[in-house]
């Protein structure tokens, strides 16, 4: 039975593109003791990937050149030599970018598909919806009537942030860069105001419009002069998780802007950098407060699921494009 | 009797000069009920007046053109209609640059001079104290062991910051730009490591040889290149409690760098800003505890005092030439 991988054949500069990835085919092995082989139905293609890309030191370690592209993924067991799966179980794990997986058991978890859609567990009930969840309620922690201002808003990170800050009472105001993303957060997310950052004259103007009592929170997912516009506009004791720079990821010179610190003390705001693993301890709390809400219908989700193994590089480039709303996957079979 | 004032004449561009300030003199007028009359002997001079004399909102209100420059004196009651002062009392408040200021009693507060000479109360056990005391220990959070990293370091606020830190057991490294106050720091404060910026050849490399261990807190009064330094060295989870940004300041253009957001990520850092005012509910603890730490002799002093009322103008500017080790104060009488 053959395999088909996808491995990083060389670190990209700039955009990855054709040179970046390669395609293999290999042999499926057998399962041995304590081992299940998956097949992947699903892959989830993520922008903090781009980050591993690169051979530097960060959060978690780069991809190595020659290797499968790690990433979350959800398949079937197909074999099992463990006690605890069988034939037939869903399972969720890093299977990467490759169309089977043989796992140990310890890096396998099972997901109830009674509860919630399989690709949930990808998404909302996943670590996107995790992420959104403890950076914006441990880092952010909006009031009732404060201001939270997210970039990235119609991405599967952003568009969850919106709505457990609306169940948290906050004023919502969204920016994003399509009318379909502006349509999506106003009329299905409800959104209190919605910027385009592509079409607007002037950010700063539609900010103080769509903000008129300041910005309290921001949740920044993109960095760049998009946050540079915010970011001039917090109140006094603003907090700003920082979760995402998805517009300096593919930049090949440093990425220049206006220091912070002047402003942060001014305002007495703080900005901090996390990512979702930081919290790996209170998962169990995250998750089952996300899968609450999701079933009193207070929190809705969308995603943008591309067909078939050989469009996960083009899925995963799409990220950086701002073709996505909601949570980003490949459908393999 | 006559009271000579300084009053801000215009607003500065870049570094303020001779136009910037105008002397003036005006009467005395006799105190009314409840009020007392105050001779300064002691004028505090800090750079976060500078940011007062631009006409923008900020964490204090902008001075005004044609009024007195404000900030924190110590001086004597020579008149009292107050029943809570008496002719000789040793008073502080914002009395301003002024020979004579009249004052309602409730903007003076008693010092006890019999527990420490009079000038501290500008300085260690000060506004200056509380802010090093308080952003270091409610947001630095410095613990045994850790490297915490402070940039003007021989400053009124810096050097305190380096003595709690070593009290906390910690490794602390100060940034200084004169061998006198490098001296300052290894000699009589005993840091651990002290780097001259002015005279290195490259930061970032005396930065990874002083700090073996990376950075866990880096106490910021400086901003700019120095501060993008010690950034790119943070150790995941540490913490940057913004305090000052000295070399931005007198700058006339916006002040660029590298954005910071993915550096925050990579590190899971906090950057927060803060004004000592933040904490006024905590300033008797604050007190307190610098008191203590004085009195054991754990903690020590230098200022620089220039002497004479005309002086004052002069005392604020060396601030921004780096002259003063410790704190800087102007001595009237």
């Known amino acids: 039975m053959k395999n088909r991988q996808i491995i990083l054949a060389e670190r990209p500069a700039g955009v990855p593109d054709e040179d970046t990835f390669k395609f293999l085919e290999s042999k499926v092995e057998e399962p041995k003791d304590g081992q299940v082989l998956i097949r992947t139905h699903y892959v989830s293609v993520d922008p903090y990937m ?10 978690v370690e780069p991809f190595k050149v020659g290797e499968v592209i790690q990433g979350g993924s959800i398949g079937e067991v197909i074999e099992s030599k463990s006690d605890k799966f069988k034939i037939g179980d869903m399972v ?3 299977f990467g970018w490759q169309e089977y997986y043989l796992a140990t058991e310890n890096e396998v978890r099972t997901i109830d ?17 995790l992420t959104a969840y403890f950076g914006l309620l441990d880092i952010g922690k909006p009031k009732a009537g404060e201001t939270v201002v997210i970039s990235g808003a119609a991405g599967a990170v952003g ?3 919106g709505q457990i800050a609306k169940i948290q009472g906050a004023r919502v105001v969204g920016i994003a860069g399509s009318e379909e993303k502006i349509s999506y957060l106003k009329d299905e997310l409800h959104f209190d105001e919605v910027i385009n950052y592509k079409t607007t004259d002037d950010i700063a103007v539609d900010l103080k419009q769509a903000c008129p009592n300041g910005v309290d929170v921001y949740f920044d997912n993109v960095g760049g002069e998009i946050s540079d516009a915010v970011m001039s506009q917090l ?8 979760c995402g720079a998805i517009s300096s990821y593919n930049l090949e010179e440093i990425d220049l802007g206006p220091r912070v610190q002047s402003l942060l003390i001014k305002k007495s705001a703080l900005m901090q950098g996390f990512t ?10 995250g998750a089952r407060q996300l899968g609450q809400w999701l079933q009193e219908g207070k929190l809705s989700y969308r995603e943008t699921i591309k067909e078939g193994f ?17 949570k980003q996957l490949v459908k393999l079979i």
Do not use: C, H, Q, W
């Open 310 to 326: 050989e469009a996960i590089p083009d899925a995963f480039l799409d990220l950086f494009k701002g073709k996505n709303i909601g």
């Open 92 to 94: 969720m794990g890093m």
């Open 50 to 59: 781009r980050g591993r890309m690169i051979d530097a030191e960060s959060y």
């Open 235 to 242: 109140n006094t004791f603003a907090r700003v998780p920082v």
């Open 276 to 285: 979702v693993g930081n919290y790996a301890e209170r998962f169990p709390e």
């Open 113 to 129: 598909t009674s509860l919630a859609p399989v690709t949930t567990y990808l998404g909302i009930l996943g670590m996107t919806g």
């Open 159 to 161: 568009s969850v942030v």
